[in-house]
């Protein structure tokens, strides 16, 4: 079901892009959530990761990044 006029979401645009919206007025509120997930590897790359000796870095530290980034 679509929204109504006055259901419209914020954060789109009239062609439904995402778009920036002022939230300097809005309340501040506590949020937490808890994700889940499931990585599969062979158990050489998790020796290399546990090492830290893969080429392209700490993946573990870059992983950390992203998650703060993304938060």
């Known amino acids: ?11 789109l645009n009239e062609a439904g892009e995402a778009r920036m919206v002022d939230v300097t007025e809005k309340h501040m509120t506590v949020r937490e ?5 499931r990585v ?4 050489r790359t ?5 090492d830290h000796s ?3 870095g ?13 938060a």
Not at 33 to 37: D, I, K, L, R, S
Not at 40 to 43: A, D, G, L, R
Request: net charge positive.
């Open 1 to 11: 079901m679509l929204p109504t006029q006055n259901e419209r979401l914020t954060h």
């Open 33 to 37: 959530a808890t994700a889940h997930g």
């Open 40 to 43: 599969v590897m062979q158990s």
């Open 46 to 50: 998790l020796e290399l990761i546990r």
């Open 54 to 56: 893969l080429a392209k």
């Open 58 to 70: 700490d993946v573990l530290a870059v992983a950390r990044v992203a998650g703060v980034m993304a």
